[in-house]
């Protein structure tokens, strides 16, 4: 096999199709969530679920937790000493460049007490701090 480099090369892309590639197009990144989980007097167990997604407010797009650090993952609990601040964070596959406000939504089969927060409102740095009071 030989490689042939080519300069400027012309690539011809309909209208129409340019069109709906560039309301597509998703930012190369990610978006960070730090938590600060307050258990109160009793302590608890937390855990966050796989189907846990940032939901653009003004499209359909759907971004996907790809990782999470000091919280388990579904079905694994994680403890949470009483009184004992406990830090966890969520990263998430990137936003779409037209976003301004979303929401996180962790979708969790009726278990209850799901993580949630409505109308963020997205910054330039793509990282935000949340507190948790149980």
Known sequence: MSVITIDKP???????????LLTQTEEMGQVVMHFLYEPGIYGSKIRIWPTSYLYDQHSP?????????????????????????????????????????FNFKEECANQGNEFKVD???????DVYYFRILS
């Open 10 to 20: 012309k690539i011809d892309i309909s209208p129409e199709i340019r069109k709906q």
């Open 119 to 125: 109308d963020i409102i997205r910054n330039q740095s």
């Open 61 to 101: 797009h759907r971004s996907e937790l790809v990782h999470q650090d000091r919280i388990s993952l579904y079905p694994e609990w994680t403890d949470v000493y009483p009184m004992m601040d406990h830090f966890f964070t969520l990263i998430f596959s990137g936003l779409p460049k037209t976003c301004s406000t």
